[in-house]
């Protein structure tokens, strides 16, 4: 099963920008279709956005529309969210998780990092 690690989360100002990225090992990379989660404090995880093993198709939850892009480099193993326009409503952990489909649902994906936060200031 492929290991996941998370980094490049942080504290920034509203208006900001992030990049996440997500390192993946012990798997073959490209036959995982990926995705992004978060939890913000006493709320339940939420999708984020997805890509299908080739990058070639991407979903995104409706709040994060024309303000993130995820990508992958499947030569490198690696995912990808960049994140734009910051709110501090996006303020939360972010996950990564390598599934088997392009889909918007958590407990489809069988994989997951442990996550790295992002705190946007007003």
């Known amino acids: 099963q492929v290991q996941l690690v998370e980094s490049g989360g942080g504290l920034v100002q509203a208006g900001g920008s992030l990049r996440l990225s997500c390192a993946a090992s012990?798997?073959?990379?490209?036959?995982?279709?990926m995705g992004w989660f978060r939890q913000a404090p006493g709320k339940e995880r939420e999708f984020v956005a997805t890509i299908s093993r080739s990058g070639s198709i991407t979903f995104y939850t409706d709040s994060v529309k024309g303000r993130f892009t995820i990508s992958r480099d499947n030569a490198k193993n690696t995912l990808y969210l960049q994140m734009t326009s910051l709110k501090p409503e996006d303020t939360a952990v972010y996950f990564c998780?390598?599934?088997?489909?392009?889909?918007?649902?958590?407990?489809?994906?069988?994989?997951w990092g442990q996550g790295t936060r992002v705190t946007v200031s007003s």
């Open positions: 998780a390598a599934g088997s489909a392009v889909i918007t649902v958590a407990t489809s994906f069988s994989s």
């Open positions: 012990g798997g073959t990379f490209s036959s995982y279709a």
